[in-house]
Structures are given as structure tokens and as C-alpha cells.
């Protein structure tokens, strides 16, 4: 190409351009300069924070669930471990057609609608990608055995292996020892985030809640590399989780099925105590329900099923039923009568089956009253109106009793108060005071309320845990022990220290005690004696007795008859019929056993629940005669 | 001194091997330092590959290719490049009109273009050598410096290209396209007031520039700033890079043992942010060993530019290599964080054939200017 002539110097321009090649040079090694700080600066200058970042990049700590602690009764039966079942559950990421895939699945395993609605909820949660989330919990054999022949069209379906509580003996101890519950939204803001980071369960009711932090264990952890998109790639160190305590009940699991045995098919609780130790051997709430459904799911007719039975199965009758004790309560008030000076066990009164407040028409029956004034016990003093369980003697009795000293003396067995260590969803029950009745109320305490409080009955409330101790008091002749479910554990425990045992009754000689036991002896062991002689249990339980029993029956009225009217059990509905008490200890004199038994609308407590509490005191007396019926 | 100097020295049909390879028009210098970072680079990408033995292998195939053009490029008498400079050039315009009439869409932006009879490309692609080739043309034969006519003209030449290519829009390429032919002028010799005046015109225009910036290129200047304003989104990508090559530290992880890169944080880590590989195994050291490879490709290119007889392979030669260089800055400093992200792949290195074979190209036809010396 020929150079253009005008102005065009070669050798100037070429020497320009050197010169402009040489700076832009320049420029260039300035660039490089640049680049060079750079990579000084996050590679030598910033190399830990840098360095720090693509570690926490890579390695995930992933938590470790620890093992539930394990629970023993006394005799070292499990009543609640741990066993493996299979998860199925879903990697979103992974899935696809969500819809499609849950149809898909609905071909090969059984899936509520409760689950899936449940798996909706999750799904939506925040949650580290790719993340299983749980769909259906207990797969079966066959459910696991399809869902392998079907894997290879089912991406993201995950079947995982995980340890989940299991209570052996089912319903049958669901009461006494309580059981856990899926972790709900609201425990995840009480708990403590990190140990409970991996854990399912929860305690939710009895023991497993009391002790749920020694229970639960130390959360461990599994560090993992991962990858951008979650996935691990490897584990690089694992630090194991410790699992819970081991604890062991006082609990006795054969005498719990004997309990539960002999209540049947009534609704009712027995509550059974080992008076030195307080231990609780055996607490049966009846009807029950088999906690293992709440752990593995179950559907929502079933779940509907329980909340709303007119039975009320989930309901703890034994540490939440609130029943008037009705004549249970005479031996408390009797040592009541004689602490306070009221009475003596040489006074004497005339039982014409009824009683009249001085200066007051309202009529007070015994419940041996009858229309033409032929009730009543006769001369009764006050062993007779224990055995005989004289309505009259107590009226009178509580009638002469300053109201505040006698709830006084009263609250020492711990009415109105849960007195139990380690179950503290027990209810306080109901000890009504002057004071009560004009906050709850709004109204004075009457004369009237001394008289029905005497029979156990007006707005007095116990539960049969309550009862059982009182039971346990006696049998102990004073020394008050809280009930207690715990016996032992294989380490120290984290709970903290029970509550130190209260004072022992005040105000009651010795002899006082052993002849308020001798008294209730009578009420099982004295018979053939004729008319209104025997004590009111005898002709139902005392005939064979090989063994010295206490005990004291109770019937306690649901609803108020009116004045002048027979207690009549056909004319009511069945839920308003009385409820059937019976408390008792065994030997008489050396007791091994506490116990009391309670029949919903059962009837009358010597006829109904007395034969409860000898079979349940047979099979802990005598096991092998028992063993070999 | 190269083989070629040593050649120049004697008569002609004396030094066999200097003349052998006079004979078939290539810079032993120039192309022994384009194998090293070629090499370089795939050892580094066989590992950013996570050893995946048939993408590697396609990748050396795609080199070979390259190495190829590079070869044919330079046998080619350099009076045929000043020839076709415009003919090319204007052909690259209406395929870049006809990109933005019945091109491919893809993410949003029309660069591809589906000829019948052609494999799929992108006529920017073509542009990054033509536009410094036709300025270099345009200027060939005019006084030097370029009048301000001149200049304008030059200008006009670099703006068509680049606004096409801007409202595709792919506005890396398109400012390294600019910055190719701007890298011509610069080298005519224009006046550093002029130089001035336009830069501080630039800078007058930049919020201009801003307001017609679509929102993921805002995004990704605002990143540049703050990665962490947006840390899963737009500031990933420059988190995990300058993680990757802060961690690396002195003397890298070692090779294949870069997590950032294995476990898949570092995106794009074969292509654009393969830098970033280089610094997280590899460490500083092997960061500066590269960065001196590219340097010798600039110094040697640039003095072959200085050799060259005519104004046109003086401005040719200079430009490409300045704009090569202008590749491999752009490249570390958006991976490193310096500058936004803009798609531009680590020259040589990256995997990728469209990108070696246009840089091959460009390296053969240096190679043709410097050694046709009877021109």
C-alpha cells in the first residue's frame, strides 16, 4: 500500500509510537502492580479470615440426637426404652412435583391426611437445604419393602433409621410414668436451642417430664464436609452424643397390672404407696390409652377419638380427678377432734341418723337414714363411728370445731397442697377455708360448711394421690412422706433437690394413733357380730383376710339430694351416680402398703372399691398365693 | 535476542533453523510462552474439572484447533489482513444487526447468531479483532498523530461495534471492544490532552451511563462494593471467590485439593473464575508465576510491535496485545473483586474454545506482521 506524501513522517511516527508502547507498558506493569497488592492482600494479609470462611464453608456440625434415658421399674422391668423405626421422609430439593411425588407415595404407604397436612407445616419451616423432613413416621415392613422396590423413580425419598421411645407396657402404665410428644413449635422457644437441636421428643407428662433434662442426654455431633449444596461429602470427626440417665421407679409393674386388673373395666384410679418411702408402686388411671401412639402417630379419627370420649382417656384421674372424699375423710377428722380437744375416744353421742344444728331446721342424714326415723347407729363413740362410719358423730364433731384450727390440722396430710416430688402435674385438689369461700365465693362461711366438711364432703376436693398419702400418714402413725416416683438413677441426677419432708401430724398421742388404727381395722375385720355391729367393709373383704388390714370406705355424692329424698341410683344418669372409695394399709401394724381405690359413679365405697384394694393388697402381700389362684 | 534478530542479522539463506522457521512465519518466543500458559492452564483446569478425563480431553482438542489458526493466521501475508481490515469489518457490522434482528435469546440478552450452514457463534467474537484491525486500516496511511477528524472517524469506527453490542446487551464485551480500538488510538499517537479531555468526558457521562444500566448491572457495580448486601444472590459469586483465593494463602491447598472450587462453592470455576482455582491450590506463587507468563506475551508482543515496518502492523500488533493484556486484568480484577463481574474469560486458561481460537487468531496474525518482513 503506497504511503500517503503529505505530512507523513515514518521515522517520527515510529519513534512515537515506542514511545507510546513504553508507557502503556508501563500502564500495563501498573496493572499488574495492582493485581499483585490484591492478591497480597487476601492471600497474605487477610489469609486467616479467609481461610477461616472456607472452612465454615465446608465443615457443617451436624447435631446428634442423644438416647433418651432408659426407665426401670423396682423389680428392673424396662417400662420405657428406646427402639429403631423407620422414617420416611422427603429432600425437597431433591423430589421434584411435590404433589405428584406425594401421590405417588400415597400409592405405596398410608399416609393421613393429618401427616400430610403435619409434613406441609414442616416443609414450610426454615431448614438447612437439603434437609430431610419428615413425612410419615413407623413405616411397616411391607411399606419399607415397597418403597425399596420403587427407590429408582422416587428421587429425594428418604428412609431413615431413628431410635424413638417405646413404652413397653402400653396403656398400662401410660398414666404413672407419662411419655413424650413431638417437639411443637412452642417447647422449640423454651428450650435450649442447642441441646435440643437434633431431639424429636419431648416429656410431656409424668416422669418423663419431671426428669425430662436428666432424661434428654447431651446433644453430640457429627462433623461433616459439605458441599455448596449441602450435600456431605464425608465426616471428619464425630463427638458421640451422651445418652440420659437410667433412672429406676418405685414402681412395680406387676402390681400395676394387678390394679389394673382388678378396677377392670370401670373408670376409676388406685394409687398404691410404700408408706416409709413415699415410692409410688403403682398408680392406675382407668381408662388409659397406649402412649406409644403419640410417639408413632396415629389418625385423626383415633386422636379425635380420645380428646373427646365422654370417658375422658387421656385424663389422669389418679394425680388430676378431683373428688369430694366423702367418708375417707372421718379418720382425719377424728384425730382432728382429738388434737384440738373436741372429743375424746371415751365420748359418747345418740346416732338417730340424722343431725340438726342447734337453732336450724336443715336436716343432715346419715346414710343410714331412713324416712321413718329408723337409721342411725345407735350409741356410737368414736371407734364406732369410724367402723361404722357414723355421719352423725362427725357432724357433731365438726360442728364444735373452730373452722381455722381444723383446716389446720387438716392441711397437714396435704390436702389442699401437691405434696408429691417428682409429679408436678398432680393437682393441689381443694381444701375449702373461710378465707376461700369469701374470695371464690363471695359469701361467709357458714356452720353448715363445718358439717358437711365433717363427712368429707361440700366443697372439699382430693384427688386419690392426695388420698393415698393420707393412707400412707397413717399406716406411718404421723410421719408425713411426699410421694415420690423416683427410687434411683445411675448417675446424679440434674433435677433439682426434692423439698425436705415435712413435719410429722402434730397434736396426735401414739395411742391415738394406734387406736384410730384400730378402729379402721375394725372397719375390715370386725364381723359376725350382728345388726349394724360388723365394720362396713367386713362382709365384703374382711371374712378371709389372712393379713391385718386398715382401711376406711368412702361414697361421695356427686350430686345434691334435696331435703327429705332417697338417693335413688337407678333414677340418675350414670356419670351422676356416687363415686366408691376405699383407702387402706396392710399389715396394720408393720405396713408395707398404702393404697387407696377409686370408682367413678361406682356406688358404695365398702361394697365396690374395697374388693379392688384386697385384690391389689394380695398381690403385693402375697405374690405367690396370687401367682398360684 | 530472538531467533529472529539473529536471522535478520545474516544473509538471507544462512542459520538453516532461523530460516526454517522464518519460512513458516511464526515467533519461537511468543508462541514457547503461549504453550507454558497454555499448559499451565490445563493442569489447572484438569483439576477444576474434577479430573473429568473426556471434558479435558475435548478442552486439549479445542487448544490444538486454536494452535491451529494461530499457525495458518501467520502464514498468511499481512498485506491480505490490511486488504480485507474493512471488508471484514463491515461484514461484522450486519451480522451484529442481523444478531440483534433473529438472534438467539438467551438469559435475556441476543448474542448468538444461527447462520444455516455455520456452527452457532457470536459475531462480537469477530469484532474483537476486526475493530482494532479496521481503526488500524482507517489510520494506516494518515498523518500521525491523527488529526481531530481523523480521530472522530477512528471513533465512529470503535462506536457502531460497540453500541451494537451494548444493546444486545452485553456491555463487558462490548467495553472491551471499545477498548481494543481505543487501545489503536492511543498507539497513533494522539494528543495526551485530547486523552484527557475524553476521559474526563467519560467520567462526566458515567451517571448516564449508570441510568441506562439494566438492574442486573447495577446489581452487579453495587455488589463490587458490598458482596455481602446480597450474600446468596449477586454477592455470592464474589464471596466464594475471593474466599477461594484468600484461603489459598502463600502457597495454595495443592493442587486438586482446593474445597472452594471441589465442593462447588466457587462458581463458574472452569471458566471465568479459573483464577480463582489457580489462587486457592496454587497460592500466591502460582498466581504470580502466571501473571509473569502474561507479562513476557506483553513485553515480547509489544516489541514485536516496535519492529514492525508499517503504521498498520505497528497499530495492529501493539493494539492486540494490549488488549490481550486488557483480557487477563479485566479478569483478575473482577474475580479478585477490584472491578464488577463482567464475562470475560482468563485468556489461554479458561476453558473454552470460541475465546483461545479469536486469541490464537489474533496472536497468528502478530506473528504473520512481524516475521513477513518483505513487505
Given at each position: ?26 500502564a ?146 401410660a ?44 446433644v ?18 464425630v ?68 380428646t ?93 370445731m ?34 376461700w ?38 399406716a ?16 446424679e ?46 362382709a ?6 389372712p ?77 405367690q ?5 | 535476542m ?30 514457547a ?12 483446569l ?44 463491515v ?21 448468538w ?72 488510538v ?51 459469586n ?40 489457580v ?23 509489544l516489541?514485536?510491535a ?57 496472536f ?11 513487505w
Amino acid at each position: 500500500m503506497a504511503e500517503s506524501a503529505h505530512l507523513k513522517d515514518s521515522e517520527a511516527e515510529r519513534r512515537r509510537f515506542t514511545t507510546r508502547s513504553i508507557a502503556l507498558f508501563m500502564a500495563a506493569l501498573v496493572g499488574i502492580f495492582v493485581l499483585l497488592a490484591r492478591m497480597i492482600q487476601l492471600q497474605v494479609v487477610d489469609y486467616q479470615k479467609y481461610s477461616t470462611r472456607s472452612d465454615e464453608n465446608r465443615i457443617q456440625m451436624q447435631p446428634l440426637a442423644p438416647p433418651r434415658g432408659l426407665i426401670f421399674d423396682r423389680n428392673g422391668e424396662l417400662v420405657a426404652d428406646n427402639r429403631p423405626v423407620f422414617i420416611l421422609e422427603l429432600v425437597a430439593e431433591q423430589v421434584g412435583d411435590l404433589d405428584r411425588v406425594l401421590a405417588d407415595l400415597k400409592v405405596l404407604v398410608e399416609i393421613s391426611d393429618r401427616d400430610t397436612d403435619a409434613f406441609r407445616k414442616r416443609i414450610a419451616r426454615p431448614r438447612r437445604p437439603f434437609e430431610p423432613v419428615p413425612l410419615k413416621y413407623v413405616l411397616t415392613d411391607a411399606e419399607i419393602a415397597r418403597l425399596a422396590i420403587n427407590r429408582f423413580r422416587l428421587p429425594g425419598v428418604v428412609v431413615e433409621a431413628q431410635l424413638v421411645r417405646h413404652y413397653p407396657y402400653g396403656e398400662l402404665l401410660a398414666h404413672a410414668v407419662g411419655s413424650v410428644r413431638r417437639v411443637s413449635e412452642e417447647d422449640l422457644q423454651r428450650l435450649d436451642p442447642v441441646q435440643y437441636s437434633a431431639t424429636q421428643f419431648i416429656g410431656k407428662l409424668g416422669v418423663e417430664r419431671f426428669y425430662e433434662r436428666s432424661l434428654h442426654g447431651e446433644v453430640g455431633y457429627r462433623h461433616v464436609e459439605i458441599d455448596a449444596r449441602g450435600r456431605v461429602r464425608s465426616v471428619l470427626a464425630v463427638q458421640p452424643a451422651i445418652a440420659g440417665h437410667n433412672i429406676t421407679l418405685h414402681l412395680d409393674a406387676n402390681l400395676q397390672r394387678a390394679a389394673d386388673h382388678a378396677l377392670g373395666e370401670r373408670r376409676g384410679a388406685v394409687v398404691a404407696i410404700e408408706p416409709q418411702t413415699g415410692g409410688i408402686l403403682a398408680m392406675v388411671s382407668r381408662p388409659g390409652y397406649d402412649p406409644n401412639q403419640f410417639v408413632t402417630g396415629m389418625s385423626a379419627d383415633d386422636y379425635r377419638q380420645l380428646t373427646t370420649a365422654r370417658e375422658k382417656p387421656l385424663f389422669n384421674r389418679a394425680l388430676n380427678g378431683r373428688y369430694a372424699p366423702g367418708s375417707t375423710f372421718k379418720p382425719v377428722v377424728a384425730l382432728a377432734g382429738l388434737a384440738l380437744g373436741a372429743t375424746t375416744w371415751e365420748r359418747t353421742i345418740v346416732d338417730n341418723g340424722s343431725f340438726r344444728l342447734p337453732g336450724q331446721g336443715r336436716l343432715y342424714r346419715d346414710w343410714s337414714w331412713t324416712r321413718g326415723g329408723g337409721g342411725g347407729q345407735g350409741i356410737v363413740d368414736l371407734r364406732r363411728a369410724i367402723y361404722r362410719s357414723s355421719n352423725t358423730y362427725f357432724y357433731e364433731l365438726a360442728s364444735r370445731m373452730p373452722i381455722d384450727d381444723f383446716t389446720t390440722f387438716v392441711a397437714q396430710f396435704g390436702y389442699g397442697q401437691n405434696l408429691a416430688i417428682d409429679l408436678i402435674d398432680a393437682s393441689p385438689g381443694l381444701l375449702p377455708t373461710p378465707v376461700w369461700k369469701r374470695g371464690a365465693r363471695g359469701e361467709p362461711w357458714y356452720p353448715g360448711d363445718n358439717v358437711n366438711l365433717g363427712i368429707g364432703q361440700g366443697d372439699l376436693l382430693a384427688t386419690p394421690l392426695q388420698l393415698a398419702t393420707v393412707a400412707s400418714i397413717i399406716a406411718n402413725r404421723g410421719k408425713v412422706v411426699r410421694p415420690r416416683m423416683l427410687k434411683s438413677s445411675d448417675r446424679e441426677l440434674l433435677e433439682t433437690d426434692p423439698p425436705p419432708a415435712p413435719a410429722a401430724i402434730q397434736g396426735v398421742t401414739p395411742d391415738d394413733w394406734e387406736r384410730l388404727v384400730d378402729a379402721m381395722e375394725d372397719v375390715v375385720h370386725r364381723g359376725n357380730l350382728g345388726y349394724r355391729q360388723s365394720g362396713t367393709a367386713w362382709a365384703y373383704i374382711g371374712q378371709n383376710a389372712p393379713y391385718r388390714i386398715a382401711g376406711k370406705s368412702g361414697t361421695a355424692q356427686v350430686v345434691g339430694i334435696a331435703q327429705g329424698e332417697l338417693y335413688d341410683e337407678k333414677l340418675l344418669d350414670e356419670y351422676q351416680r356416687k363415686h366408691a372409695w376405699f383407702m387402706a394399709f396392710a399389715p396394720a401394724d408393720a405396713p408395707r402398703i398404702a393404697l387407696v381405690v377409686l370408682v367413678e359413679n361406682g356406688g358404695g365405697g365398702s361394697a365396690v372399691a374395697a374388693p379392688v384394694a384386697r385384690e391389689v393388697l394380695d398381690a403385693y402381700l402375697l405374690p405367690q398365693a396370687v401367682a398360684s389362684r | 535476542m530472538t531467533n529472529y534478530d539473529f536471522v535478520r542479522s545474516l544473509p538471507t539463506g544462512q542459520g538453516l533453523r532461523g530460516r526454517r522457521l522464518t519460512r513458516i512465519h511464526l515467533d519461537p518466543l511468543l508462541l514457547a510462552v503461549l504453550l507454558a500458559i497454555m499448559g499451565f492452564g490445563l493442569v489447572v483446569l484438569y483439576s477444576a474439572l474434577d479430573r473429568n478425563v473426556s471434558v479435558f480431553t475435548g478442552q486439549v482438542l479445542r487448544l490444538l484447533a486454536a494452535l491451529t489458526v494461530l499457525v495458518v493466521a501467520a502464514q498468511l501475508d499481512p498485506r491480505i489482513y490490511l486488504r480485507w481490515s474493512p471488508f471484514v469489518y463491515v461484514a461484522g457490522i450486519v451480522l451484529l444487526v442481523l444478531v440483534l434482528v433473529m438472534g438467539d435469546t438467551a438469559k435475556g440478552a441476543k448474542r448468538w447468531l444461527d447462520l444455516p450452514g455455520l456452527p452457532r457463534f457470536q459475531p462480537s467474537e469477530i469484532m474483537k479483532i476486526s475493530v482494532p484491525l479496521a481503526v488500524a486500516w482507517y489510520l494506516n496511511d494518515r498523518a500521525l498523530p491523527p488529526s481531530l477528524k481523523d480521530l472522530m472517524v477512528s471513533l465512529a469506527i470503535i462506536g457502531v461495534p460497540t453500541g451494537l453490542i451494548a444493546i444486545q446487551p452485553d456491555l463487558g464485551t462490548s467495553i472491551l471492544i471499545a477498548g481494543a480500538g481505543l487501545a489503536v488510538v492511543a498507539l497513533s499517537g494522539v494528543y495526551w490532552r485530547w486523552i484527557a479531555v475524553a476521559v474526563v468526558a467519560a467520567m462526566a457521562a458515567a451517571p448516564l451511563l449508570w441510568m441506562n444500566m439494566r438492574d442486573y448491572q447495577k446489581e452487579r457495580v453495587l455488589t463490587l462494593f458490598d458482596a455481602e448486601r446480597d450474600p446468596l444472590g449477586s454477592g455470592w459469586n464474589i464471596i466464594q471467590s475471593t474466599t477461594a483465593i484468600g484461603s489459598g494463602g502463600v502457597f495454595g491447598k495443592g493442587l486438586f485439593q482446593g474445597t472452594q472450587s471441589h465442593l462447588d462453592f466457587l462458581p463458574e470455576s472452569q471458566t471465568d473464575f479459573i483464577i480463582a482455582v489457580v489462587a486457592e491450590e496454587l497460592g500466591l506463587v502460582g498466581v504470580v508465576f502466571l501473571l509473569l507468563l502474561y507479562l513476557v506475551v506483553l513485553a515480547r508482543a509489544l516489541y514485536m510491535a516496535t519492529e514492525a515496518r508499517h503504521t498498520f502492523g505497528r497499530l495492529v500488533v501493539g493494539a492486540l496485545a494490549l488488549t490481550f493484556f486488557v483480557y487477563v486484568f479485566v479478569n483478575i480484577a473482577m474475580v479478585s473483586g477490584l472491578l464488577p463481574v463482567v464475562g470475560v474469560p482468563l485468556p489461554l486458561v479458561s476453558y473454552g474454545g470460541t475465546a483461545a481460537i479469536t486469541l490464537m487468531a489474533s496472536f497468528g496474525i502478530m506473528m504473520s506482521i512481524h516475521t513477513h518482513r518483505g513487505w
